[in-house]
C-alpha cells in the first residue's frame, strides 16, 4: 500500500485546487509509454493486435466498426493522451478524470450510451504479497475499453479463451466480456482471501503451540491485509448487485443470471473476511493470555526461589554475628541444630507450595 | 475445517483462471465412485433402488415419470458424469459448477422450471466434532435430486418415514419433500446448538471453579465452531425466509406454513449462537480476572517474605560487621536486644499487612 | 436455565428425527396430571370451574358456547390429551407441537379462525433467581387457551378482576382479555429488570467501595440473566409491534391502543436492559483497572523496601569480610561513619522516592 | 438517578398486578400540594394565574375558552385529582395512568382530538449534577396541559416571552407554544451536553498529565450521566422527527419549520454524545496505559537496584566465611582487589543497563 | 477544538433561555468588521468588488442583478448586520440564526425560493493541525451568498478559476458555483484523511520500530482528530446524497452528475476513516502487547539474576557462621569445595533457565 498511496498523498495536495474534470495522474509511473492491446472477435474469429500509440489504435477500432473489440491500455501517466482516447469515445470528463484518479473505490456509473465501471484488481505474489492497482472499464455497444495502471493482470486465461474459442464467449454480446472481466477479478479475491486464510491458520498454529516465535506484528500486518480486501470487495459486491438488480438496457437476460453468480462470490468473501476477522480478534485474546501466563511463570519461579532462601539467609545472617555473648555458637551442636532449623523451614515452605499448587 | 479447506484452497487457485461454468471439483474425493440412491414414490407405494451408475438411474427415471422421485447421488469427484445429469435435467451449467464447488453459501435459485438449494449439512460426530459437506437440492415438478460429498447425513429418519409411510409425506407434493429435507438439516443444527452449549457449560465451570484445568485454546476452539455454525445458519435463514415470503409458484399453499416454521427455527438457532458467543466473551473476561487474581497471589506472597525478612537479614549483617569499636557487641545482652528489635520489626509488619488486608 | 435446558437438549436429540409436526415434550414433567381451569365470563358475571380432566373440559365449553371463556391447561407432559385438545379446537399440527417444545421465542401466528402467541413467562422468585416457562395462548372468537408448563403464574390479578368484576375487562371482547396475559407477562419483565437493576447498583457499590468483596462471578451471572431478559423481550416486542401494526380483524379498535402501549412497554424494558450491560461492561473496566492499582502498590510496598535495604545489607557485608587488611575496621570510629553512610544512603532513597510521588 | 428509581421500582412491584389504567403514582412525593399555573394569552393580552385547586382552575378554564391556555400542574401525586383533570378533558385512561408513571420514555401519541407528548425534562443543577423529572404535555385545539413532578423548570424564559410579548409566540397558534416548550427542553439537553464535555476534557487534562489524582470511578460516573442524556435524547429526537414527518392536522405549516429544527438539534445533542462516548473509551485506554508504564518503571527500579547489589553482596558474603584456608584474605591487596572486581560488575551491569534503554 | 467549543458553550448557557431564531453569535470574534466580497460573473466577464460594508454591498447587488454573483461574508460577530442580510434576502430567521450558531452539523434546507446548505469548513495548518470553521451558503436563482467566521478559506482556486475564466464554470448556471464550492471543501477533506494516514503511519513505525519513543498521546490525538474529521464527512454525505437524489428543481440537469461525483468522494473519505479508526485500535493492541513484552524482559532479568545469585549467598552466609564447631571450616580444602558447589549451582540454574527458553 505505501508506495502508491505516498504518491497518491502528494498528488492529492497538489490536485485540491484543480477545476472538477481535471485530469491529473494521482498514481507513480510504472511504464514508459502507454502499451496499447486490442483484441477484436467475432463468434468464428479472433485477432490479436499490437497498436504502438493511439493513432494507430485508433484506426483499428475505426476499421473494424462491425466486430467486438477489447482496447486494453497500460498506464496512466500520459494524461494528454487519455483525454484524447476519452473525446473519442466522447466519455463524461469526470469519468476520464477518474481514470487517473488511482484510489477510487470499485462503482458503477451508468452514462446512457455506455457504462463505466471502476474496479481494484488485487493480485496475489508470489511472496503473498497483494499487488493492487485500479481498473477502469468503459462498456460500448460493441466495444471495451480497460485502463490498468501496469503491465500484469488477471486476465490472460480470459485472453486465451478468447483467442482459442474457448467456452461462450466469443458468440455471446459484449457484455458477457464485461462479466467475464469482473468475474476474473473476483475470482482473485478469492485467491486472495484463501491465501490470508492460510497465513491465518499458520499464525494460529504458532500462538497456539510455539508463542515464542510469534510476532504480533505478522498477525497485525494479517489485519491489515483482511482491511485491504474487504474495502476491495465491500464496494464491488455493491456494484454486482446493482448490475444484477436493476434494468440495464445495456445486458441481455442471459448475462443477468451470471451477473447473479458475481454477487455470490463477492458475498461469498466478504463472509470469509469477517469470519477470518473474528477469528484473529479471537486469537489476540488467545496470544495475550499467552503471555500473562508466561509472566506468572516467571514470578512464580522468582517466588519460590526468593521464599525459600531469604528466610535461610536470614539465620545464617544471625549467626554470623560478632557478639561475645551468643551462647548457640559455643554449643557442640549448634552448628547441626541449625542446618535442621534450616531445612525445617526449607521443607515447611516447599510443602505449603506444594499446596497451593505451585509446583 | 481444516482437511476440506486447504484442498478447497489449492483447487481455487488451480480454478481462478478457469471460464465460469466450468465444472471443477474444489472438494477432495471421499467416496470411490458415485454413489446412486432414487426412492420412488406415491401415497400408497414406495420403493428403493440402487441403481450401479448414472446410465441405469437415468432408465429408472425415464421408466417411472409419473411417480415421484427423489435421486440422491454421494460423491462429487466424477465431475463428467454430474455434468452428464446436469444435461439430462437442463440445469445451468453455473448451477453445475456450483454442485462440485464445495464451499457455497446456502443460496436459493429460481430457474423457471425449476429450483436449486444449496445448504451447508452438518452433523455432530461423536467425538463432539462438527462434520460439514455441501449438499445440494434440484427441485422439479416431480423429482428431487440432491448431492452430497460422502456418505452419511441426516436425512435416516426421513427415509424411514417414506419407506414405512408414516407421516403425511407420500401424500403431499414433492414440494413437502423439499422442505423434509432442509427440516432435518436445521434439526441438526439445533442438536449441534445445543452440544456447543453443553460445551460452552462445562468450560463455564471449569473458568469458575478449576481455572488452573481450564486451557484458553478450549474457549478459542469453541468460538471458532460458532462461527462455523453461524456461517451454516445465516444464509439458510435467508432462503427459508425467501421461500416463505415471495410467491414461488411451486409451493402449495399448505406448505407456506411448514416454510414459516423452518424459517422460525432457524432464528432460534441464532438466537441461541449470539447468546452463546456473548456468554464466550464474558467468559473470557472472568478468565482473565482469574490470572490476574493469581498473579496478585504470587506476588503478595513474595513481598510479605521480602519485606519481613530484609530488613532482618540487614540488622543482622550489621552485627556480622569486624570493626574494632563496635560496643554493642561486648554489651552482655546485646545479642538479646538484637533478637527484641528484630521480632518488634517483624511484628510491626505484619501487623501492617494485616491493617492492609494482606493476610 | 440449566435444568430445563438440559431436559431440552436430551429431547432435541431425539427429536432431530421425527416428522414435522410430532407432538414431543421437549421439558421435564412437572405436575402429576394436567390441571385444567375454566373462567366462563359475561359482563355481568363470572363463574371459575376446575374440571378433573379434558372430557369434563370439554363437556363445559360447549355447553357455554355463548360465554366468553378461558381454558388454562398447566403441564405439558401429557402430549396425548393436549393433541386431543389441538384436535377439539383444530389447530395446525405445528402449533400443537410448539406447545410442547418449550424453547420457543415469542411469537405470534395467524391462522385465519384462530390466532396462536408463543412468549415466555418470566416470574422473580424469592431468591431473586428468574424462574422461566413457557406460555402458549390460543385465542379464538370468544374462547382463549393459555398452556403453562407448571402451576404458579403472573395472571393472578388477571383473575381477580375478573371475579370481582373490576376493570373494564369483563365487559370488552376476549382480545382484551388476551392483552390482559400479555400486559400480565410484559409488567413481570418490568419487575425483573429493576431486580436486575438493583443487583447491578449493589454491584456497583461493591466494586467501587469493597473491592475486596467482590466476586466477578456475580458480575458475569447479572450478564447472563440480562441476556436471559433479553432473549424473552426482544422476540415479545416485535409481537406487540406486529399486533399493533397490522390489520388483524379480530382486534377491535378500542384494544388497538392497548396494544400501543404493550408496545410501548417492551422497549421501555428494553431500553433498560441495553443501559445495564453498558454498565455492566463499564463495571468491568473500573474491576480490573481496581486489580491493576492492587498489583502497582504491592510491587510498590516491596520495590521500596527491598531498594533501601539491599544496598545497606551490601555496605553491613562488605565489613563483615575477613581481609587482613582493611583499614576501615581498625579507625576508632569507622563503625560510626559506617552508620552515617547507611543512614545517609536511605535517607537519599526515601528522598528519591517522595520526588518519584511513590510515598 | 438513584432516588426517583428506588421509588419507582418499589411502587412497579407493587403496580405489576393492577389492571390497566390504573393510576398509580410511580415517583416519590416532591410537594405539599398540586400547583396550578395558568397563562392565558392572546396576540394582544397576556395573564397569569394561580388558582389553589382544581376546581378554581377549571373555573378560569371554562371563563377563559375563547383564549389560548397553558395549564401547568406541579406535583404528581394526587393521582384523584389528576384523575378529575384527565376527565374533564376526556383523555384517554392509559394516557393519564403515563402521567404518574413517572419512567416513562419521551413519546407522542395521536388521540385524534388531541395530542399526548412525554418529555424527560433534565436540568443542570449548580454541582453540575442532573436532575431529571418527567414533563407530560397534552395539546388541545386551544389549551395546553402540563405535568411535572417538582418545582422548578426550564421554561421561565418561555413564561418571560409570553408576559412581555416577546418573539412571536403570541401571534402563533398553539402548536406554536408546543413547540417553544420542547425546545426549552431541548435546549437545556445541549447544556448538559457541553457540561460533560467539559468535565470530559478535565478528566482527559487528569488522565494525561496527572494521572496519580485521576480515579476512575469519576470516568464511570461521566460515563452513565451520558447514558442518561442518551436516554432521554434518542426517543425524543424519534418524536421530533414524527412531528415533523407525518401529516398531523394540528400543525400550522409555518410551525413545520420550527420542528425540523428542533429535530436537528436533537440529532446534534447525539452527535455530541457519541463523540464523547468515543472519546471516554478511549480514555480508558490512555490510563490503563499510564498504569501499566507506571508498573513498568516500578518494576524497573526494583530490578536496577536488586541485580547490581545481590550479586556484589555475594562476593562480600564470600569473603566474609570463616574457612581457615583462604588465601585471599591474606593478600596484602586483597580487600583493594574485591573493591576493583565489585565495582567493576557494577558498571558492567550498568552499562548493560543503558545499552538496554533502562537508564 | 478547544477554544472554540469554550465561546460556543458559554454561549450555549446564555443562548438557551432565548426565543427561537434569536441571532446569537456563539462563536468567538475572529475579524474586526465584517469583510464583504463579491464577484460578478458572466459566460464572458468577470468582475471582483470588496464592498467596504453592507450598504454599499447592497447597492452592488441591486446594480448587477443581471449577473450571476457570488457575495461572500467574512465575520460573524455583527449580528445586526447579518439580520439586515438576512432581510433584504428574506431567509427564514431560524436560517439567520443557524448562521452565527458555529457548531451546526452540515445540513440542506430547501426553502422553496432559495437553499440554504451548512458545511463545515476544514483546513490542513502548515504544522498538520485541523482549522475548522463554519461555512454557510445560501443559493439563490441567480445569487450565491457564503458566510465564513474568519479570513482564510479553500476556495482560492475557484476564485481563480473564475476570474481567469478556466474551467466550464463561467458558462454553467449559479447551482455549478455552488457544487464547486462543497467540492473544495470536500477536496480538502480528502487532504486532512491523507495527512491523517501520514501521521498514523509514521505512529505505526514508531509502535513497530521504536516502542520507547512512542507516546499514546499521540494515538489518542489522533483518534480525537479522526473523530472531528468523521464528524464533518458523516452529515456532508447526506447532503451530498439527498442534492443527488431528490428532485430539486434548481439544478440543472447537467449538475447531477457532478453532485453524483461529491457524494462518492464523501463515500471514499469515510471509507479511509473507518481503515484508519481499525488500524488505530489495532495499533493499541500492537503497543499494549510491546508494553507487556518489556515487562515480561524486565521481570526475567531480575528472576534470573535473583534466583542465581540467592543460594549462593545463602552458601556463603551458612560459612560466615561463627560456630565454634564447623568441621568443614577446618578442612584445608573447605573453602575450594564451597566454590564448587557454588559453581555447580550456578551452572545447573542456568541450564535450568536455558531449557525454559529464557536465555
Known amino acids: 500500500m505505501n508506495e502508491s498511496t505516498e504518491n497518491q498523498r502528494a498528488t492529492m495536495r497538489l490536485k485540491a485546487g484543480l477545476p472538477p474534470g481535471s485530469v491529473v495522474f494521482t498514481g507513480s509511473r510504472k511504464v514508459d509509454d502507454l502499451i496499447f492491446d486490442i483484441i477484436l472477435y467475432s463468434p468464428k474469429h479472433c485477432e490479436t493486435l499490437s497498436p504502438a500509440n493511439w493513432q494507430e489504435a485508433r484506426?483499428?477500432?475505426?476499421?473494424?466498426?462491425?466486430?467486438?473489440?477489447?482496447?486494453?491500455?497500460?498506464?496512466?501517466?500520459?494524461?494528454?493522451?487519455?483525454?484524447?482516447?476519452?473525446?473519442?469515445?466522447?466519455?463524461?470528463?469526470?469519468?476520464?478524470?477518474?481514470?487517473?484518479?488511482?484510489?477510487?473505490?470499485?462503482?458503477?456509473?451508468?452514462?446512457?450510451?455506455?457504462?463505466?465501471?471502476?474496479?481494484?484488481?488485487?493480485?496475489?505474489?508470489?511472496?503473498?504479497?497483494?499487488?493492487?492497482?485500479?481498473?477502469?472499464?468503459?462498456?460500448?455497444?460493441?466495444?471495451?475499453?480497460?485502463?490498468?495502471?501496469?503491465?500484469?493482470?488477471?486476465?490472460?486465461?480470459?485472453?486465451?479463451?478468447?483467442?482459442?474459442?474457448?467456452?461462450?464467449?466469443?458468440?455471446?454480446?459484449?457484455?458477457?466480456?464485461?462479466?467475464?472481466?469482473?468475474?476474473?477479478?473476483?475470482?482473485?479475491?478469492?485467491?486472495?482471501?484463501?491465501?490470508?486464510?492460510?497465513?491465518?491458520?499458520?499464525?494460529?498454529?504458532?500462538?497456539?503451540?510455539?508463542?515464542?516465535?510469534?510476532?504480533?506484528?505478522?498477525?497485525?500486518?494479517?489485519?491489515?491485509?483482511?482491511?485491504?480486501?474487504?474495502?476491495?470487495?465491500?464496494?464491488?459486491?455493491?456494484?454486482?448487485?446493482?448490475?444484477?438488480?436493476?434494468?440495464?438496457?445495456?445486458?441481455?437476460?442471459?448475462?443477468?443470471?451470471?451477473?447473479r453468480d458475481l454477487h455470490d462470490h463477492c458475498v461469498q468473501v466478504m463472509d470469509n473476511i469477517e469470519i477470518q476477522r473474528d477469528i484473529a480478534t479471537g486469537l489476540m485474546d488467545v496470544y495475550m493470555n499467552t503471555v500473562s501466563n508466561r509472566m506468572n511463570e516467571i514470578m512464580k519461579v522468582l517466588t519460590i526461589i526468593a521464599t525459600i532462601f531469604i528466610p535461610l539467609t536470614f539465620i545464617a545472617g544471625v549467626y554470623g554475628m560478632n557478639f561475645d555473648n551468643m551462647p548457640e555458637l559455643h554449643h557442640p551442636y549448634g552448628y547441626h541444630m541449625v542446618w535442621a532449623v534450616m531445612i525445617a523451614v526449607a521443607v515447611v515452605m516447599l510443602l505449603w507450595f506444594r499446596r497451593k499448587k505451585w509446583l
Open 59 to 259: 484506426k483499428i477500432l475505426d476499421e473494424h466498426k462491425a466486430e467486438k473489440a477489447w482496447l486494453n491500455v497500460t498506464g496512466l501517466h500520459d494524461t494528454q493522451v487519455i483525454e484524447e482516447i476519452g473525446n473519442y469515445f466522447s466519455w463524461h470528463k469526470l469519468a476520464i478524470e477518474d481514470i487517473v484518479s488511482v484510489n477510487q473505490r470499485a462503482k458503477l456509473e451508468d452514462h446512457d450510451k455506455h457504462f463505466y465501471i471502476v474496479a481494484r484488481m488485487l493480485r496475489l505474489m508470489p511472496n503473498r504479497k497483494i499487488d493492487e492497482e485500479q481498473l477502469s472499464i468503459f462498456l460500448h455497444k460493441n466495444t471495451i475499453v480497460t485502463f490498468q495502471e501496469k503491465p500484469g493482470d488477471v486476465f490472460d486465461s480470459l485472453r486465451n479463451r478468447l483467442i482459442e474459442g474457448k467456452g461462450a464467449i466469443r458468440g455471446r454480446n459484449i457484455d458477457y466480456c464485461l462479466y467475464a472481466l469482473l468475474d476474473s477479478v473476483v475470482d482473485q479475491y478469492f485467491v486472495i482471501a484463501e491465501s490470508l486464510g492460510d497465513q491465518l491458520e499458520e499464525i494460529e498454529q504458532l500462538v497456539m503451540y510455539k508463542p515464542n516465535s510469534f510476532d504480533l506484528a505478522m498477525l497485525h500486518q494479517l489485519r491489515r491485509e483482511l482491511l485491504k480486501l474487504r474495502r476491495a470487495v465491500y464496494p464491488m459486491r455493491e456494484v454486482a448487485g446493482r448490475m444484477n438488480n436493476t434494468d440495464l438496457a445495456i445486458f441481455e437476460e442471459g448475462t443477468r443470471f451470471f451477473l
